[in-house]
């Protein structure tokens, strides 16, 4: 048997090897791999906002509900029943307000480009893990004023039960743990309510704001203020003190009003990045504060000192309990619907101010295990917990206790401005915020940034003693304005080295947390595109 013929050979010929310049024209680059944020430190409800729907009105709906607010009544009207002329009440506001307007905008810029929440935000001046100190002074605050207002809420539906069936005033007189059994079932119905709505996501909030918790209650003051205006014959002063205040005096009391009007507004200055991270471009926060804030919050004010004069002359007594004058109308149908639209004012600012930010606050302490909404039922069970009736009707707590809390605002807000403005130039990588690792931008020592807590400490301390000490009784008014400073100041100093210099960009900072897409490569690119068009 013969073998098969072995196959002729084929000549050797060279091999071409493409040079490195020739393999980089014709070998796709490989992509990235893609971005896993730390579990420790993400979800998507702290990711960047994936959507940005908050335009102009939303905004100016969001301070309609928060401004709007008993409270914010009664702050206009006691200065009047003070002796201030309703001329100097209005300046004294508008003055605070504006800085108030100012302020926004500084922590909207920086809450709009990143798109993430205030403790996401607070990573990068207090470390990925010591971000979770102020979210946690601000998000106990949050909590006691997320009861207290709850509580004044169910109030106004004891008010509107008894005008309804009065016979159920007999529910009204005995006291378990410190509420009547129609104050527990009113309390515990307001309670339900706010956790139907908070439970459904902040768009769901923005839709409830915009045509409900802002506008409703415009139209009942307004409906207060032309009924006793025309009651009164017109006979209202704008010009005269009530009570007959020296000149100095009056200039003093405006100083104070313009200081306590910045100071009820510093803890919306420290979580605005929870809203402005929802708007589409910056003209939106922008005007939507110009007109929520200067001129609807001056508007407000107004009305609120022409009914209080009104009552003067219709009652002879200055009255400046909406409710109350609501009451001495002494008309069903006003009572219930004035109570109502009470009710829906309370939960607008309950919503805004005291829900939103502890919300993502506890869920910044656990991303693994808690959400948004999880977050917010953890604000809602503590707020009965701490039975806020109890703490509303002690003047000690409240001074002590909150107005500890008050004082840190300002060296809070000073640390993230500070950072974000003068240490960083707005240049913040928002991927690291959600990054873990020792090599990490804003890791620090173990998580934590010891230079945001030398500030802070003391500045806090500074705050709370001019405060809370009656020594310094004349100071305590404008005892943010000691802490903001002294944080501001410590901060910069210690942080100094690592100054940023340049102009601060606009553009919407790109990231690939929680935008996942095949192509990382190709996303990033995207992101970066869509930012450049919207800026």
Request: aromatic share 12%; net charge neutral; proline share 7%.
């Amino acid at each position: 048997m013969s073998l098969p013929a072995r196959p002729a050979r084929t000549p050797r010929t060279a091999v071409e090897v493409p040079s490195p310049s020739a393999r980089e024209d014709h070998v796709a680059p490989s992509a990235p791999p893609p971005l896993q944020p730390d579990p420790r430190l993400y979800n998507e409800d702290l990711a960047p906002a994936p959507e940005r729907k908050w335009g102009t009105y939303s905004v100016f709906a969001l301070w309609m509900s928060d401004t709007h607010a008993i409270s914010n009544y009664a702050f206009a009207s006691s200065l009047f029943v003070l002796g201030l002329p309703a001329w100097e009440v209005f300046l004294a506001l508008l003055a605070g307000i504006t800085i108030v307007y100012w302020l926004m905008n500084r922590m909207g810029h920086a809450g709009h480009r990143t798109g993430v929440p205030y403790p996401v935000l607070a990573r990068a001046s207090w470390g990925v893990y010591g971000a979770n100190i102020p979210a946690l002074l601000r998000a106990v605050m949050a909590v006691a004023w997320y009861g207290i207002q709850t509580w004044l809420a169910s109030t106004a539906v004891v008010l509107l039960v008894l005008q309804v069936a009065p016979g159920l005033d007999q529910y009204n007189h005995n006291s378990v743990l410190g509420l009547s059994t129609l104050g527990w079932i009113s309390f515990m119905l307001m309670w339900g309510l706010q956790a139907v709505l908070l439970t459904r996501g902040m768009e769901f909030i923005r839709k409830v704001q915009d045509f409900a918790t802002g506008p409703v209650v415009w139209l009942v003051v307004l409906a207060l203020a032309v009924y006793l205006v025309v009651k009164a014959g017109g006979d209202i002063s704008l010009t005269d003190s009530l009570t007959g205040l020296s000149g100095g005096e009056q200039a003093r009391q405006s100083l104070i009003a313009v200081s306590l009007t910045v100071a009820t507004f510093l803890t919306l200055v420290l979580n605005y990045a929870d809203f402005a991270r929802f708007t589409p471009d910056h003209r939106a926060y922008r005007r939507g504060n110009l007109i929520g804030l200067p001129v609807n919050f001056t508007a407000f004010a107004v009305v609120a000192v022409l009914v209080t004069a009104g009552t003067i002359s219709v009652f002879g007594e200055a009255i400046y309990d909406p409710v109350k004058v609501i009451q001495k109308i002494d008309n069903p149908v006003v009572t219930i619907v004035g109570a109502l639209s009470f009710i829906v004012a309370t939960i607008g600012i309950n919503v805004v101010a005291n829900f939103v930010s502890p919300a993502y606050d506890f869920a910044n302490l656990a991303p693994k295990y808690l959400n948004f909404k999880r977050g917010g039922m953890i604000t809602a069970v503590l707020a009965i917990v701490v039975m806020p009736w109890k703490l509303y009707s002690s003047a000690l707590v409240i001074q002590y206790f909150l107005g500890a809390l008050g004082a840190f605002l300002g060296p809070l807000v000073a640390i993230l401005l500070v950072d974000y403005y003068f240490i960083r130039r707005g240049r913040i990588d928002v991927d690291a915020l959600f990054a873990a690792d020792a090599a990490g931008e804003y890791h620090y020592r173990k998580g934590y940034n010891p230079k945001a807590v030398l500030a802070f400490v003391p500045s806090a301390v500074v705050s709370a003693v001019i405060a809370l000490v009656p020594a310094f009784d004349v100071l305590a008014p404008f005892s943010w304005v000691f802490g903001m400073g002294v944080a501001g100041a410590l901060y910069f100093l210690v942080s100094r080295r690592a100054r940023t210099t340049g102009e601060i960009p606009d553009e919407i900072i790109p990231s690939q947390v929680g935008a996942p897409v095949e192509n990382p490569a190709q996303g990033l690119e995207q992101v970066r595109v869509t930012a450049a068009e919207g800026a």
